[in-house]
């Protein structure tokens, strides 16, 4: 016998139905190697928990209350492996194939548990998926995010769409800049711009995303460049290529 | 009258086809010529530009025929309409065939031709008659296979939709979502709780083969489909515990108006699903139905959280239930929606219809 089969998996059962939550419980009661060390009934309790505890293995339900199972995975970051449990959800399970992520079907049997389980734990530590790549193959086509969700700590904000001002690239983080305040996020900015619905949203600039909305006007800046304006006062920089990307969208909008 | 545009259909094309100019001249050139006193060079020089210039004849008989469609006045209106037109035609062809004649006149083997003309211009009205008549004739023989056409249109266009409505109704029955939720929570508690295992199968059995046999019936009482209602939230009762809570308010007289079959089933699913579930303490619907003034108004009110994560299926149990209103009643039913930040209320309005009046 390995060691890695004597070290015991701490897990995290993260589901809103109690019965839910019970099956798999007692489903994993029959792998010693699994402990559970927390049970959660949303999305915040499991990102609290997931701070606190570190655990080495995620069971996560996708629909929950306040936070889905890809909005705790994007917060958590990707170091801990999950297993998605979902009742039904055609796009759900199509992003889990593509990724290549566990899952799980409701009703759960004892069988594909176990199959899942194995993997986890063959699967070298060094995986990572890319959360918000997932959660956007999880969107139908044609469907943007509606919020954005960040952590800062253990605090968990949730920005909707409408009430962010602009995006900023800061190396590998973007900047969320809503309501005079601006929110650190672990993502890129083009994976952020493909989230967002581009009739709202325009990349004006290699490193800025702008709402639409809040652009008040469009200046000239020095020689060949220029800055765009918003309501509140601020002044981002716009490229030549941003500079056209919103003017025809401007065009579509009239 | 005519001019009360009454019909919603789509007015018809008129249509004249340029070649038509050539049974014009058929017709004229020989006219002219066994007629009257023109020669047959003069005929056909004269003949043929002026079919030429006699489409508007078709063309306007064509827009008084869809003015004055078939069997809607009384026959004398009709013809007398035609008859206006078929003359008032025939003398601006006439207007137009005097320059003709006068310029041709000016060929010197062609003298005198204005002349003659003059003596001959009521065969211009006589032809320009008979092109109206035909042109007539064949406009409303047009029409009427257009409408023809029409009318199989609509019929296959109804019967798609009836179908479409009908198997999405069918889907929205049985939402998976819902079935293996159920089932997971089945095979949760045959561990736990053997017996409220078993009353959960009977539950999900009772709600299958209702909803099942619902799909046969047009109509049902409203009290049938409150039955149905009861046991699709006893199983989410299951599965939510303590996070669903349910208040109702039905007045007596409701339980016997007729509704469509399942038209609340999918509301009340949109309740539990995208607001119940989505609010980590639950939430409360809420379900009134009363009849006032030979109406039915029901209402289906749930709390939500605007902040949560959306659902899939958003909007398709909606569609759904409006378009079935629709096609029932057509303008005779109304369904509102309003979202506040915290509730979500779908309220509508239809024809109070009970077993005994039907």
């Known amino acids: 016998m390995s060691k890695a089969e004597h070290r015991k998996l701490r897990t995290l059962v993260v589901d809103d139905e109690d019965l839910a939550r019970q099956v798999l419980r007692e489903l994993l009661g029959a792998h010693p190697e699994i402990e559970v060390i927390a049970e959660c009934r949303n999305g915040l309790e499991a990102v609290k928990a997931f701070a606190e505890h570190k655990p080495d293995l995620l069971f996560l339900d996708v629909q929950m209350p306040k936070l889905t199972g890809f909005d705790v995975l994007e917060l958590i970051g990707a170091e801990t492996p999950v297993i998605f449990v979902t009742a039904y959800d055609e796009y759900a399970m199509k992003a889990f194939e593509v990724h290549a992520v566990d899952y799980l079907l409701k009703p759960v049997g004892k069988e594909r548990l176990a199959s899942a389980l194995q993997r986890v734990k063959a699967r070298p530590p060094e995986k990572v998926l890319a959360a918000s790549e997932l959660a956007a193959a999880a969107r139908p086509a044609g469907q943007f995010a509606e919020r954005l969700v960040v952590k800062d700590g253990t605090r968990v904000t949730l920005i909707p769409v409408g009430k962010l001002d602009f995006a900023e690239a800061q190396d590998d983080y973007v900047a969320l800049a809503s309501e005079g305040k601006k929110h650190l996020k672990q993502q890129t900015i083009a994976s952020l711009e493909a989230a967002l619905d581009p009739r709202l949203f325009v990349r004006i600039h290699r490193s800025y995303i702008v709402n639409l909305e809040r652009v008040a006007r469009i200046e000239p800046y020095g020689k060949e460049s220029r800055v765009a304006v918003l309501a509140s006062g601020i002044k981002l920089p716009v490229s030549r290529a941003g500079y056209a990307r919103l003017q025809t969208l401007l065009e579509e909008r009239s | ?358």
């Open chain 2, 1 to 358: 009258m005519a001019t009360v545009m009454a019909e919603r259909r789509k007015a018809p094309a008129v249509r004249v086809p340029k070649l038509a100019w050539i049974p014009i001249a058929i017709v004229l050139v020989p006219s002219l010529f066994t007629l009257g006193h023109i020669s047959w060079l003069s005929a056909l020089l004269l003949g043929i530009p002026l079919s030429l210039f006699s489409l508007f004849i078709p063309l306007a008989a064509g827009y008084v025929c869809r003015f004055s469609p078939s069997g809607r006045d009384r026959w004398w209106s009709s013809a007398l309409t035609h008859l206006v037109a078929a003359l008032l035609l025939s003398f601006l062809w006439r207007l137009i065939a005097t320059p003709f004649a006068r310029a041709l006149s000016f060929i010197p083997q062609l003298y005198g031709l204005d002349k003659q003309f003059a003596q001959d211009a009521w065969i211009i009205y006589f032809v320009g008659c008979i092109v109206y008549s035909l042109s007539a004739a064949f406009h409303y023989v047009a029409f009427a296979q257009d409408a023809a056409r029409q009318v199989e249109l609509k019929a296959v266009e109804t019967s798609m939709l009836a179908r479409d409505a009908e198997l999405r109704a069918l889907r929205a029955q049985i939402n998976p979502h819902f079935l293996f939720n159920s089932l997971n929570s089945i095979s949760a508690l045959t561990s736990v709780d053997g017996a409220r295992a078993r009353e959960m199968c009977l539950l999900l059995a009772d709600f299958l083969r209702l909803t099942l046999g619902m799909g046969e019936k047009s109509v049902i009482p409203f009290s049938e489909e409150l039955a149905l209602l009861e046991k699709f939230l006893a199983i989410e009762k299951v599965r939510f515990g303590e996070r669903l809570r349910m208040t109702e308010s039905i007045e007596e007289g409701a339980r016997q108006c007729l509704i469509p079959a399942l038209l609340l089933q999918p509301l009340l699913e949109n309740a539990v699903s995208h607001g119940i579930a989505s609010m980590a303490d639950g939430g409360t619907i809420h379900l009134e139905a009363r009849v006032q003034a030979g109406r039915l108004g029901i209402v289906v009110e749930n709390d939500r959280d605007d902040e949560a994560p959306s659902r899939r299926r958003n909007g398709v149990g909606l569609k759904n239930v409006r378009s079935r209103l629709e096609a029932r009643y057509g303008r005779e039913a109304s369904l509102r929606t309003e979202a506040a930040e915290d509730r979500f209320r779908v309220s509508m309005s239809l024809p109070a219809e009970y077993a005994e009046t039907r």
